[in-house]
Every structure is written in structure tokens, then in C-alpha cells.
């Protein structure tokens, strides 16, 4: 069983930058094979932000944060990064990190999921 703890969120003006943090424990690599982020805002689904694998060759699912965001990840730590940068009052959501070994943009590639963080930006 993999437990995922998402940090980093809060405040920011537009304009400003975050980095949101996802350390895994309790799991099996392979579980961690895919790592993601996922984001729902107010009112809307939940939709898929960027995805890593284990070697580092990274996806990005939503074309508002292409430029702007990068997804990394440390094996060493089990750990996933979100760098948001140029943030914008629409990128205001709650950011769930998610682990699993098929991975992609669906929900149903990942096996286990964080709490979620708040990340507000203010205009």
C-alpha cells in the first residue's frame, strides 16, 4: 500500500510560483512506476496536469500549463515535484498527487492517491 502526502500549496498572487511536493511511502517501485499530478477546481472534474515514469520521461496532459509547470521526480526520496510558475487566478485548485503502474491521463492509471493541496491565486 503506497501513501502519498502532498505539500506545498497555498496563497500566491498571479504571476508567482509554488512547488508542490509529493513524498510515497509504504510501496513496491513498480507501484510508483507512474507518478502524477491531477488537479479540480471549484464547480469543474477533476483533470489530469502532468505525469512522470520512473526514468524520468515526463508528460503534460493540459495545454494551460505547457511552459509554465514542470513535473519531477527524486527515486532516491520517492518523491514528486509540481514547479508552478507564471500562476494564473484559473490554476486556482485543489493538486492531487497519484501513483500507479499504468500511468496516462485517466484516473484509472493510477492505484493511489493523496489528500490533495490547496493552491489559491489570487488576481
Known amino acids: 500500500q503506497v501513501q502519498l502526502v502532498e505539500s506545498g500549496g497555498g496563497l500566491v498572487q498571479a504571476g508567482g510560483s509554488l512547488r508542490l511536493s509529493c513524498a510515497a511511502s509504504g510501496g513496491t517501485s513498480y507501484a510508483m512506476s507512474f507518478m502524477g499530478w491531477f488537479r479540480q477546481a471549484p464547480g469543474k472534474e477533476r483533470e489530469s496536469v502532468a505525469t512522470?515514469?520512473?526514468?524520468?520521461?515526463?508528460?503534460y496532459w493540459s495545454d494551460s500549463v505547457k511552459g509554465r509547470f514542470t513535473i519531477s521526480r527524486d527515486n532516491a526520496k520517492n518523491t514528486v515535484y509540481l514547479q508552478m510558475n507564471s500562476l494564473k487566478p484559473e490554476d486556482t485548485a485543489v493538486y492531487y498527487c497519484?501513483?500507479?503502474?499504468?500511468?496516462?491521463?485517466?484516473?484509472?492509471?493510477?492505484?493511489?492517491w493523496g489528500q490533495g493541496t490547496q493552491v489559491t491565486v489570487s488576481s
Open positions: 497519484a501513483a500507479g503502474w499504468y500511468g496516462g491521463s485517466g484516473e484509472g492509471g493510477y492505484n493511489y
Open positions: 512522470t515514469t520512473r526514468d524520468g520521461v515526463n508528460f
